[in-house]
């Protein structure tokens, strides 16, 4: 046998896949440390599929996580580790944080997908009401230009598109104790969820067949006003709590205060005033259409999250 031949043998050899991951589809998940991207992840291998989860240089691994998830140092904002990330995928899930930058973050991960060459699905994680109430809310508008890029690129795709996340209440805890849910939020209902819910769906869309083209959006069991919230959540603090509908003005100025970036302070205030006008009310049963079972309620929730509402500290 010839050096060269004993070379190219060797390469090929090297390039093989281990015999356990033959025929496994590899899925990539971005955002992977995050709050929904985390559960994603865990999700994914409970059901023993291949994962990849692009965690920031630095960022700290879940602990919930198996030794067999593939963690790979990547970032939105750098095309050539998206690449590296990316490469023999099957399935992407993008979920990117929100920011500023957030669409052409979307836009990059979309742009690594078409470029490996191989077509895979992409599950763009956006929010309830893309694609419909962009208009001047700027979380919206940047899931709704990264829906615009993904139809056009090309590539299968599916969009999940939660809404407001009941695991948003957890960060209010310190406020509840004290008695008040005070927020920009008028008399509208809305039909939070549970991100244990929308990660589950993922799961599903992402492991699941006969999803392309579609737009899930994914909601609670029923819309709530936030009096009818706060007094659920009085319940898990153990006192009651009241619900203070702040104008948008004074919401901002609390936030600025509290320190918040005004963009995203501002882009909050603009969502609250979708939820205020009832623009978030709408109940769907597409977390029970993809999981198999009903969407988790706002009382399951707090009722399992009782400790940590109850807690000093906040999460
Ligand atoms: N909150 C809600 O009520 C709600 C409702 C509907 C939809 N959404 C949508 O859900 C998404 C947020 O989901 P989430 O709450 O699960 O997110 P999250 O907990 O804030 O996590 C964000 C993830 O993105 C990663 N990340 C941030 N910047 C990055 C960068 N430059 N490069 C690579 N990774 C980066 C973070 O990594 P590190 O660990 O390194 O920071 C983390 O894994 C947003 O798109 C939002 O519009 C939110």
């Given at each position: 046998m010839t050096s060269a031949l004993i070379k190219q043998l060797s390469a090929a050899i090297v390039s093989l896949k281990p015999y356990e991951t033959w025929g496994r589809q590899m899925i990539v998940v971005t955002g992977a440390t995050g709050t929904v991207g985390s559960e994603v992840v865990s999700g994914l291998r409970a059901r023993g599929e291949r994962v990849r989860a692009l965690v920031r240089d630095g960022s700290a691994v879940p602990a919930h996580w198996d030794a067999e998830v593939e963690a790979v140092a990547a970032d939105f904002t750098n095309p050539a580790s998206l690449d590296r990330a990316?490469?023999?995928?099957?399935?992407?899930?993008?979920?990117?944080?929100?920011?500023?930058?957030?669409?052409?973050?979307?836009?990059?991960?979309?742009?690594?997908?078409?470029?490996?060459?191989?077509r895979p699905h992409v599950v763009l994680h956006a929010a309830a009401g893309v694609g419909e109430h962009g208009e001047g809310i700027r979380f919206l508008a940047a899931h709704t230009a990264g829906l615009g890029y993904l139809g056009a690129s090309g590539l299968p795709w599916t969009v999940l598109a939660p809404n407001g996340f009941y695991q948003n209440f957890l960060g209010m805890a310190a406020a509840l104790r004290t008695g008040r849910l005070a927020l920009p939020g008028g008399t509208g209902a809305v039909s939070y969820v549970d991100t244990r819910d929308v990660a589950e769906a993922a799961v599903a869309v992402l492991t699941g067949e006969g999803h392309e083209n579609a737009i899930y959006t994914l909601t609670g069991p029923a819309a709530l006003?936030?009096?009818?919230?706060?007094?659920?959540?009085?319940?898990?603090?153990?006192?009651?709590?009241?619900?203070?509908?702040?104008?948008?003005?004074?919401?901002l100025a609390g936030m600025l205060a509290a320190g918040w970036a005004p963009w995203r302070a501002e882009g909050m205030v603009e969502l609250y005033g979708l939820y205020a006008a009832g623009g978030a009310s709408a109940v769907t049963n597409d977390v029970e259409k993809l999981t198999g079972r009903p969407a988790r309620s706002l009382a399951t929730f707090v009722t399992e999250h009782a400790a940590a509402f109850r807690a000093e500290t906040d999460h």
């Open positions: 990316l490469a023999d995928a099957d399935a992407v899930y993008v979920l990117v944080a929100v920011h500023p930058e957030m669409d052409t973050h979307e836009r990059n991960v979309i742009d690594a997908a078409v470029r490996t060459g191989r006003t936030h009096a009818e919230i706060a007094g659920v959540l009085g319940e898990a603090v153990g006192h009651p709590v009241a619900y203070e509908a702040l104008e948008p003005e004074a919401a």
